[in-house]
């Protein structure tokens, strides 16, 4: 399941606007707001130390948080946040409240695991990874941390599909309408030049023979 949820202390914010969001990170703090539930947008302002860590920490859009706004406890999913191009600051984030029903579009990564068992990797295959991660549509509070593929008795020229991953009860993959590739597992360099010049070698007679007809 998804990392555990953590919460977050934040000052809600009486006015809006690019004017506001600057005067609020002079502040040392990031602008946010909470949305969604069917409730008017919250804007607020949370410690930039605590969101730079969250962020850089890794899973912090797959794990639901609760943000302390002067005692109330708000339940929310990380959706969006921006990061300055040049220097990786938050700027800005976005969060989607999270109620009893909240279902949730999220990008899931993708862990592999027995490389060791892999007959096309011990014999020098690389593991081709088609995605990193993956789309799914799932309850906002039963969100994998990750899905695994088990790479073992894959051979050179074998795939993964992701109706071969076992899912959580009611995680679903949000492409549907067909069977898509995880990763494959391809001959090396070496291998691939050796076939072409098997290919080539195993050509040259029949090339040779119509030459002598003609």
């Not at 890794?58 to 990380?78: C, E, N, R, S």
């Not at 109706?163 to 391809?186: G, H, N, W, Y």
Request: negative net charge; glycine residues 8%; contains cysteine.
């Amino acid at each position: 399941m998804s990392h555990d949820t953590y919460e977050l202390k934040a000052e809600a914010r009486e006015q809006v606007g690019k004017g506001s969001a600057r005067a609020v990170r002079r502040n040392g703090k990031v602008p946010a707001v909470i949305y969604g539930d069917k409730q008017p947008p919250l804007a607020i302002a949370l410690s930039y130390k605590d969101i730079y860590y969250k962020i850089h920490g890794g899973g912090f859009k797959t794990t639901i948080a609760t943000i302390d706004l002067d005692g109330k406890k708000i339940q929310v999913l990380p959706k969006d946040y921006q990061l300055d191009p040049v220097r990786d600051f938050p700027m800005h984030v976005d969060f989607l409240r999270v109620g009893k029903n909240t279902e949730v579009n999220v990008n899931v990564p993708v862990h592999f695991t027995n490389e060791e068992k892999s007959p096309g990797i011990k014999r020098g295959g690389v593991l081709n990874i088609v995605r990193h991660d993956v789309e799914f549509h799932c309850p906002a509070n039963a969100i994998p941390e990750f899905i695994e593929v088990d790479l073992t008795g894959l051979d050179i020229g074998d795939s993964v599909h992701i109706s071969a991953i076992k899912l959580p009860k009611d995680v679903k993959p949000v492409i549907s309408d067909r069977d898509f590739t995880i990763a494959t597992v391809a001959a090396p360099a070496g291998l691939k030049s050796e076939d072409n010049a098997a290919e080539a070698a195993a050509e040259t007679p029949a090339e040779t023979e119509a030459e002598t007809e003609e």
